[in-house]
């Protein structure tokens, strides 16, 4: 079955810089490719997400690349701010509205 | 995220009892899914069910069991041969033309 991973487990950067976090999937049927933050106790939240028609999306101070051939895709974050810091989750589904598989996340700390 | 709702928020059980978890949408979503979320660690698909009286295992569905009577509604139930059932646990649900799963705000549940 589809597996993901994710790496790193942990990242801390100096508020400002650039983060960034990878993911790689086995499935190449895999076409879907949303990316969650989830602040401590709560819900994760859906903050940008990809298809496998696309090689890359950004959103403000969010972009999501993919590399098809390659199976892995990343989150970078430019301009981190201490609200950044959470747990990052990369995910993949194999068909729309199906069920995801999510990577181990990382957690981000951005320090002042 | 409003559209769905878990409770209680916080539950204690005794070794030995089975106790149910709530879970409900009035998104008019198809497809709910339930997740396991251990300290440091993603998230790990329990069951899910994309239509009324119909569910499938997900990774870790031993010592769980779930019903799909209503759309709106899917009930988890931790049962007493889940040994190590202390976690936090996340309902979802999405439609089955689109690709976004939403989360519910979790239930906390500890064996004491």
């Known amino acids: 079955g589809e597996n993901v991973e994710q790496h790193p487990s942990t990242l801390s950067v100096q508020e400002g810089d650039s983060a960034v976090i990878k993911c790689t999937y086995s499935?190449?049927?895999?076409?879907?490719f949303p990316w969650y933050k989830q602040e401590l106790g709560k819900r994760p939240q859906l903050i940008i997400d990809?298809?496998?028609?696309?090689g890359e999306k950004k959103d403000q101070r969010i972009a999501v690349t993919l590399n098809k051939t390659a199976k892995h895709f990343s989150l970078h974050i430019t301009e981190t701010q201490p609200e950044d810091s959470a747990v990052y989750f990369c995910?993949?589904?194999?068909?729309?509205?199906?069920?995801?598989?999510f990577g181990q996340g990382t957690e981000l700390s951005v320090k002042p | 995220d409003g559209g769905i709702t878990q409770s209680p928020k916080y539950l204690f059980r005794k070794e030995g009892q089975n106790v149910t978890l709530s879970c409900e949408q009035n998104?008019?979503?198809?497809?709910m899914y339930w997740y396991r979320q251990d300290p440091g660690q993603g998230l790990r698909l329990i069951y899910y069910?994309?239509?009324?009286?119909?569910?499938q295992k997900g990774d870790i569905a031993e010592g769980y069991s779930v019903s799909r009577e209503k759309k709106e509604s899917f009930p988890l139930t931790v049962t007493s041969a889940q040994k190590n059932p202390t976690a936090f646990y996340l309902c979802?649900?999405?439609?089955?033309?689109?690709?976004?799963?939403?989360f519910g705000p979790g239930t906390r549940l500890t064996v004491l």
């Open positions: 069910s994309q239509i009324v009286n119909d569910f």
């Open positions: 995910a993949a589904s194999i068909y729309q509205g199906g069920k995801l598989i």
């Open positions: 998104l008019n979503h198809d497809a």
């Open positions: 979802a649900s999405n439609a089955l033309n689109t690709d976004t799963q939403y």
């Open positions: 990809i298809r496998s028609n696309v």
């Open positions: 499935d190449s049927a895999s076409n879907y």
